[in-house]
């Protein structure tokens, strides 16, 4: 027995359901997720492998409330042969977890359904329910739904919950982590339980070779004994052979968690970095924020290299101690009071490292943003011929980096010089208080050579730690600055009053809106107000700085206004998620922005899910398809580097066009768009607008005459507040 249409009978329910909980969805999105279904295929992905043919029923039957949109871009690059792992990750990014479990079908509890299942042959079902007839499964062979009979099959079970299933979870989720990296040790307790365990072991093993000695000297030598010599040796050979086997075992562990612990943090801190309100990153610059995430990287060093060998070696030197005392009595006090010495040196030094570790990062960052702007500004450089300012600019904040550098270096060396210095105090305190105690008949011979050994071995780790107090200072300040950077509130933290998933008609309001850019600058708006009907077309004009940018910047929630409200069909956008907002909105800037990659690549960063067709539609629309056929790779032309200087400004500014065209939004947004469009090309951009007039809502910076006599409505902007607003008929004869 099959169902094949079972799948979109649920989702067209689900949807149902949405709609009464208030989630709006288009129709074209239900229906690409219908077809979705019956196909494998969204856009341009077409589920080749048999996991990527479970992913979206097992979305639906999971009842997932997301669009499709984000469901594409939460799939990985080459999402067509999705396999286990890749599979997993984007349930993840879809925030469900999931669960492996050696398991047999028939003894799965039904309150776990529907969940993924692979057999010992690694074909990938779903498990849907259980029906009268067997269980009902979602077979990825042939994309159908099937009732299986036979369900004494032995596999690996994969459960799935999500993320927001209780409201416990959904608080969890939206309440900032006060410490953030603390929470992320919390996540390899285990782990780091083993690690601890492992080296317990190891000062174990440790304590057996100075005992070795020790017997050597007073047993085995004194008595002669070969057959005794022959015993304690092989069994230190023996320990020392295990030692070896799991130091091997915990460098691995280390290996993995240092690795594990980088890709989180760096992926999380960019993450977070994109998340941010742009107002909140665009003020600092591009080379200080690459400068700061790798200093991020330096928390690394906690779980792995030499920070988390002392890490793990200081709790465990008790032990060490302990026996010393116990061989040698009040020569236990030497490597005690040598820890002291270490914290007094450490507490006066400290001060002075510290201020040198600043003030060579500042210097470093200083150094690494002028070359960042360097590189990205040659072009202009080479143009005004002014090397050689540049030049002498570079010499003087690296002359300034390599000072910093040699007084952290002067400090280090120092703090070396002295480590080394109180360690060999240290060995001859033990030798000198321990012959005395030899005289005295208090202490054997090996007993003291054995305490050296242990002497060594405490003082050993409270010198690495010594050493890396710099390192260690760096370490605990990017912690800092990375629990500070988790505490900032994201602007798409979902929140009761954040809408998602809702389609808009384009009616847009502006309320007496006012903004600065700076407290003590001048209002670039005050007090504006206006409102474009859905489907209406609004040019706005006026002066340099008047305002008119900065307009559209404020309904793509690029900034937010500190007076008034821009409302978007009826809700303050502050209401909106900001990335469903901008999703709605296809927007043309001033000046062409492109990155690395093909044409098509660039292209689809508007609407990813866009179709080859697609992307030739939009590309008629804008009049650049011939063009992008005449270069010799067409739209798999790469653009996006140095590279892109060479291309006419006309062809970058119809690409851009193209791609807000492809974006097919119920808002458009055109900031000066014509401004190095050819005559034809601005023949095409009028010709689409007309097109388009009536079913999308169009706000226009733009002064070319042609374009303000198509608007509907004009706005004149004077110093940030309204001159005039009215018809083109009503405001072209005052301008």
Sequence with gaps: MSNSNGPARKLMDNLESRVQEGVVLSVSSSARMAEAMKTGKIGSFNAKSPYASCLIPLLNALGWRGDVRGLFESLPHFADSLDL??????????????????????????????????GLDDVPIIILSKEKE????????????????????????????????????????????????????MRFKSTIKQLFAMTFILNIFALLVPLFIMAIYDQVIPSKSGETLAYLAGGIIFAIL???????????????LGARVENIVTSATFQKLLSLPPSMTESSPIGAQVSRLREFDTIKGLFSGTLVNIVLELPFVVIFLVVIAVLGGTLAFIPIAMMGVFALVAFIMLPSMKRNVA???????????????????????????????????????????????????????????????????????????????????????????????LVWRVLSPLQSLFLTLTRLEQTLNSVKQINLLMKIAAEDDPSPSSLSHREFSGHIV???????YRPNSEPALLGVSFEVKPGEMLSIIGSN?????????????????????????????????????????????????????????????????????????????????????????????????????????????????????LKKAPILLL???????????????????????????ILMVSHRPSHIKMADKVLVLKDGMIANFGTPADIFPEL
């Design 134 to 185: 067997g269980i009902r499964i979602f077979d990825s062979t042939d994309r159908t739904e099937k009732i299986l009979k036979n369900s004494e099959i032995h596999g690996i079970a994969y459960f799935i919950s999500s993320e927001y299933s209780t409201q416990t979870n959904r608080k969890k989720q939206t309440k900032p982590q006060e410490n953030w990296v603390g929470g992320l040790f």
């Design 671 to 697: 900031d000066e768009p014509a401004k190095t469009l050819d005559y034809e090309g601005d023949v095409a951009f009028m010709d689409s607008l007309r097109a388009i007039k009536g079913t999308t809502t």
């Design 359 to 453: 003030m060579s990062g500042r210097q470093k960052s200083e150094r690494h943003s002028f070359l960042v702007e360097s590189m990205s500004n040659l072009r202009t450089i080479k143009q005004t011929a002014s090397e050689q300012s540049w030049l002498d600019r570079f010499r003087h904040l690296s002359a300034d980096a390599a000072y910093s550098h040699f007084r952290t270096s002067q400090v280090s060396l120092l703090m070396q010089s002295l480590a080394q210095a109180i360690m060999m105090g240290a060995g001859v305190a033990t030798v000198g208080f321990g012959v005395i105690k030899i005289l005295n008949g208090d202490m054997t011979v090996g007993a003291l050579i054995a305490s050296m050994a």
């Design 545 to 661: 700085a008047a305002g008119k940018s900065t307009a559209l910047k404020l309904l793509l929630a690029m900034n937010r206004p500190q007076a008034g409200q821009v409302i978007l069909d009826g809700l303050d956008i502050r209401q909106i998620n900001p990335i469903t907002l901008r999703r709605a909105i296809a927007y043309v800037p001033q000046e062409s922005h492109f990155f690395h990659g093909t044409i098509a690549q660039n292209l689809n960063l508007a609407q990813p899910m866009a179709t080859r067709d697609d992307l030739v539609e939009a590309c008629v629309k804008a009049n650049v398809l011939e063009d992008i056929k005449a270069l010799e790779y067409g739209f798999d032309t790469r653009i996006g580097d140095q590279s892109i200087q060479s291309l006419p400004s006309s062809f970058k500014q119809r690409l851009s066009l193209a791609r807000a065209y």
């Design 242 to 256: 295990c030692e070896i086997l799991l130091r091997i075992i915990r460098s691995g562990f280390v290996a993995y």
């Design 510 to 516: 502006m309320d007496r809106v006012s903004f600065r």
């Design 85 to 118: 792992t890749e599979f997993r990750n984007t349930l993840a990014r879809l925030h469900y977890k999931t669960v492996r479990t050696p398991a047999c079908i028939s003894r799965i509890d039904d309150r776990l359904f529907p969940c993924l299942f692979a």
